[in-house]
């Protein structure tokens, strides 16, 4: 049977091995995130592979409850992959945020933190097991399995 692998957070340009998904109410999505209810509209619960989460990670206002969502949707065994800013770099990707979301393309509904967090030990606490984690330049990836 197929895999189903989710690209969270894709915007209109997802990774073609993935499902595209995120907050709006798009029709060219796949899937849409109701940040509000915390589902994963058309999906079912315990039925995805993989979720695939390129620099989104600094832009959900509570991790936790993010996080808590995906887990409902993956199937044990199922993964999470993330790529997001390493912390040496934060700050410079925190300044470029700024100017391309308030100045360049003004996009004031996109929310970014304005501090590193430490999501990893927030993945440990909910009993996702490492498989994966190391820096490449300014990125860190990190591959994360539900239990
Ligand atoms: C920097 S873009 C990354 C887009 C794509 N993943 C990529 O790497 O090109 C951040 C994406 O996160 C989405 N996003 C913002 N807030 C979100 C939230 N609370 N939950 C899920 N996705 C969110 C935005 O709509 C946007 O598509």
């Known amino acids: 049977m197929e895999k189903l692998k989710i690209d969270f ?12 998904c995120d907050i709006t109410f798009s029709p060219i999505l ?3 995130y109701d940040y509000k209810k915390n589902k994963i509209l058309y999906c079912k619960i315990n039925s995805v592979d993989e979720f695939y989460l390129r620099n989104v990670v600094h ?21 999470i992959k993330i790529i997001d800013v390493n912390k040496n770099y934060f700050k410079q ?5 700024r100017l391309w979301y308030r100045f ?23 009993n996702f097991q490492v498989l ?13 399995k539900k239990s």
């Open 9 to 20: 957070g894709s915007g209109y340009a997802h990774n073609k091995d993935y499902k595209s």
């Open 30 to 32: 796949d899937f849409v």
């Open 59 to 79: 832009h959900l206002p509570d991790i936790e409850k993010t996080f808590k969502c995906l887990k409902k949707y993956l199937k044990k065994g199922g993964i």
């Open 93 to 97: 990707n925190l300044f470029l945020d």
């Open 104 to 126: 360049i393309i003004p996009q004031n509904e996109i929310w970014f933190s304005e501090v590193y967090r430490d999501y990893k030990s927030i993945l440990k606490d909910m």
């Open 132 to 144: 994966e984690n190391y820096v490449i330049a300014e990125k860190e990836v990190s591959v994360w």
